[in-house]
Nanobody, 125 residues
Framework: QVHLVESGGGSVQAGGSLRLSCVAS????????MAWARQVPGNEREVVAS????????RYLDSVRGRFTISQDGKQTTIALQMNDLNLEDTAEYFC??????????????????WGQGTQVTVSS
């Protein structure tokens, strides 16, 4: 079992920045890769960035590439998401995810079996 806890969400004006953090606990040795995903009510969850526990490779959703950066933060299973130049379309609940097996694309939500509770990010004009 893996437990994920996110922090760092909040409200920001368009063009601003936020940094999200995720700390994993439990069977950390089983984790193969981790990700950040987001979901707006009524829409499907989408993975915005992923990272292998080795640190590479990283992958990004096209709409966030160049603005968001996923990284490890001190430990292989503690990750961060630096979000810059935020826009209204980035408003969503953001979730941390972990996968213990290599299955499909790292940008597919179906690849992940563990999820955090989520943290809200709201971008206003």
């Amino acid at each position: 079992q893996v437990h994920l806890v996110e922090s760092g969400g909040g409200s920001v004006q368009a063009g601003g920045s936020l940094r999200l953090s995720c700390v994993a606990s439990g069977n950390l040795g089983s984790i193969r890769y981790m990700a950040w995903a987001r979901q707006v009510p009524g829409n499907e969850r989408e993975v915005v960035a992923s990272i292998y526990v080795t640190g590479t490779p990283t992958r990004y959703l096209d709409s966030v590439r160049g603005r968001f950066t996923i990284s490890q933060d001190g430990k292989q299973t503690t990750i961060a998401l630096q979000m810059n130049d935020l826009n209204l379309e980035d408003t969503a609940e953001y979730f941390c995810a972990a996968a213990t097996q290599y299955r499909g694309s790292a940008l597919s939500p179906e690849s992940y079996e563990y999820w955090g509770q989520g943290t809200q990010v709201t971008v206003s004009s």
